[in-house]
């Protein structure tokens, strides 16, 4: 089963916060990162004044604060409307939040008004709702100002420089024009059905620049294509056009792609993992916080759980296996016994349906998932996840990974506790191969795609299955 049988892909679920943005070089970034700032300080400061009378040094470092917070804005002009509203809601809770928690830590709030900030609390977001969709209807002027559209051409009709000159006709606020593709290759090895104009040959690209004024180059060619490559470069010299480099994502299957460096050297990372940095700190914080707010509502329904299975049959209460954690690296794995044996050799059998080892109240515990409870201590001591993809067996691990190409990559990140392909129909036995990979194509999917609000998705989704998911056995 290959990627196009991933129905519903994590980069679909994340394009609302996939804001695409507009070029360093367009005036109208320069306006849509300021306007949301801008209005929060203002709301700020017109209800300073309606309260107070004046502004008040202590409402001017509130707006430093803020604005230091928000700018730059997020990028919204290209956005759905629901997204838009959405995202504005979630960033004031966290941007509110942040700034309440040390008001009070440090007795400063105490020099405001409790009236202007709490008015404040609805203003500033509905202010900013206004600010975005009115810089929507400006913006064609903004654009004007900038002059005529910038001409561009893309060098290579394949699949990653059709994928950008589809993003370019796509959005009605890009300052480039595509003139049209320059390709060797004869007309029927080429796109048939492309909607776009082949100007020529690579060996007429300077020509043809200068004859249609071209200002900007897209090469999009294969990274074996460098001798090719090279030459390109040194013919355009000749010419004032800006010229990028669009790299052949499809010569590989990247995992986290993007532009780095080593030593000064420009690099761009084939397969890394999606917690780096601040992301990491993210992911991280979120599990604790989550988990330890389950783990103090649930305690009655563990303690209940755990004499049960104790009094149902004879055999610890607690089941731990090893399985593959982050990197690679084995992990002891908690969860309710529902079987009458604790296996953990070098051959496990997966559970199926109708599995006599399987107890009568161990098929109700994995039916409803309440079996993996005891997993989010895992998450605690840092082994696992909520969200990721859920841990196999070593001996599962070891026989795909000689079956499954790319198997391993799932261990960039620690397992979880749900996944995205647990919430995508791949929940319990995989006996056929055509089913691992399609749970590991998700696995591989959640990786690329990795968001919070992802996360957030897949817990919630995982509430609605659980009880009604009869897969799992």
Not at 56 to 85: D, I, K, N, W
Not at 194 to 212: E, M, R, V, W
Not at 251 to 275: K, N, R, W, Y
Request: glycine share 6%; aromatic share 8%; proline share 5%.
């Amino acid at each position: 089963m290959s990627k196009a049988h991933v129905t519903l892909s994590a980069a679909a679920l994340n394009r609302g916060v996939e804001h695409p943005t507009l070029g360093k070089d367009n005036l109208l970034s320069l306006f849509e990162s300021a306007v949301c700032p801008a209005a929060l300080v203002s709301s700020l400061w017109a209800l300073a004044y309606y309260f107070e009378g004046s502004i008040l040094p202590a409402y001017l470092l509130l707006a430093v604060l803020t604005f230091a917070l928000t700018f730059p804005g997020e990028s919204r002009l290209q956005t759905s409307v629901g997204t838009v509203l959405l995202d504005i809601v979630l960033n004031w809770i966290w941007i509110a939040g942040l700034l309440g928690v040390t008001g009070y830590a440090t007795g400063y709030i105490r020099e405001f008004s409790q009236d202007a900030l709490i008015a404040w609390l609805w203003a500033a977001p509905a202010t900013e709702v206004a600010a975005s969709f009115g810089l929507r209807l400006v913006a064609p002027m903004v654009l004007k100002l900038q002059g005529p559209k910038q001409r561009a051409l893309i060098v290579g009709m394949n699949e990653q420089g059709l994928a950008l000159a589809t993003k370019l006709k796509d959005s009605p606020y890009s300052r480039i024009e595509l003139a049209g593709f320059i390709d060797s290759r004869s007309t029927d090895r080429l796109h048939p059905d492309s909607p776009y104009i082949l100007l020529g040959k690579i060996d007429q690209l300077a020509c043809i620049a200068q004859q249609n004024r071209i200002q900007v180059i897209y090469l999009s060619l294969p990274m074996a294509s460098q001798p090719r490559i090279l030459a390109i470069l040194d013919e355009l010299k000749d010419t004032t056009a800006s010229i990028y480099f669009v790299p052949d994502m499809f010569v590989t299957d990247l995992i986290q792609g993007h532009p780095s460096a080593v030593c000064g050297m420009p690099v761009i990372s084939v397969c890394e993992t999606p917690f780096r940095g601040f992301s990491g700190a993210i992911k991280r914080i979120s599990d604790v916080v989550f988990s330890l707010l389950i783990l103090l509502m649930i305690t009655p329904v563990l303690l209940a759980i755990a004499i049960a299975v104790k009094m149902s049959s004879p055999g610890p209460i607690i089941f731990k296996q090893r399985r593959y954690g982050l990197d690679g690296e084995e992990i002891l794995v908690y969860k309710f016994r529902s079987m009458t044996v604790t296996e953990d050799g070098g051959a496990i059998q997966q559970a199926q349906k109708n599995d006599s080892r399987i107890t009568p109240l161990g098929a109700f515990l994995r039916k409803t998932s309440l079996d993996e409870l005891p997993q989010f201590i895992n998450v605690l001591q840092g082994r696992m996840s909520i969200v990721g993809p859920r841990p196999h067996a070593v001996a599962h691990n070891e026989l795909y990974r000689k079956l499954i190409k790319g198997y391993m990559v799932r261990h960039k990140v620690k397992p979880g506790i749900t996944g995205w392909a647990q919430v995508n129909g791949y929940r319990g036995e995989t006996e056929t191969l055509d089913k691992m990979q399609g749970r590991i194509d998700y696995d591989l999917d959640y990786l690329r795609n990795w968001s919070l609000r992802l996360d957030i998705h897949i817990i919630l989704k995982t509430v609605r299955l659980v009880v009604k998911d009869q897969q799992a056995y």
